[in-house]
């Protein structure tokens, strides 16, 4: 039964054009790069939704944590209000895993990341 039960921030959509369409809509609508968007979506799954939502309580949460990676400050705001994410290091290593992936290990963002969870 529980076979086709959805799961909360699980895939979207079968097709790899179906979410690349959606993707690029999603871009156009809220302003960001195509590239965050897809992020979300493979990231977030069905949730990247309420994670652009956020970007409308203020442009600033559009804005990449770390340069030339896709992450947005929006993550760090969904962390603390969605996953109880409650320190700097629990986003950087086990939510975003920028620590690992980020150049700096995600030392550039991390006073941003504080504010935001705050």
Sequence with gaps: ????V?????PIGDAIGYTKKRAEDA???????????EHLI??????YRVLLELTRESDQLKSSLIEGL?????????AA?????????????????LELIARDH???CAERVARLLE
């Design 106 to 108: 995600g030392r550039s």
């Design 6 to 10: 959805q799961l909360a921030g699980g």
């Design 27 to 37: 871009a156009r609508d809220f302003g960001l790069p195509i590239s965050a968007v």
């Design 42 to 47: 493979e990231s977030y799954g069905g949730n």
């Design 1 to 4: 039964m529980t076979e086709s």
């Design 81 to 97: 209000r969605h996953e109880m994410a409650a320190t700097v290091d629990d986003f950087l290593s086990r939510r975003t895993r």
């Design 70 to 78: 896709p992450h947005i400050e929006a993550e760090a705001v969904y």
